[in-house]
């Protein structure tokens, strides 16, 4: 399963962890549906509203390689 990256709350270093999954925002802007991501097997974190450059590309790269 592919799992989000996001920042950690209160870092200073700007420290990426693993996260709960994509926001609805991020599959837009790679241009994925929710049917599509789930067949793919991409968690989806519908609390999340944010919508971070790196996830968006790695979104990109796994649709372009399925």
Request: proline fraction near 3%; glycine fraction near 8%; charge should be positive.
């Amino acid at each position: 399963m592919n799992h989000a990256e996001v920042i950690k709350p209160r870092s200073k270093l700007g420290e990426k962890r693993v996260g709960r999954g994509f926001s609805v925002n991020e599959l837009k802007e790679a241009g994925l549906s929710l049917d599509e991501a789930k067949k793919l097997g991409i968690y989806i974190d519908k609390r999340r509203k944010t919508a971070h450059p790196w996830n968006i590309e790695y979104l990109k790269k796994l649709r372009a390689s399925n």
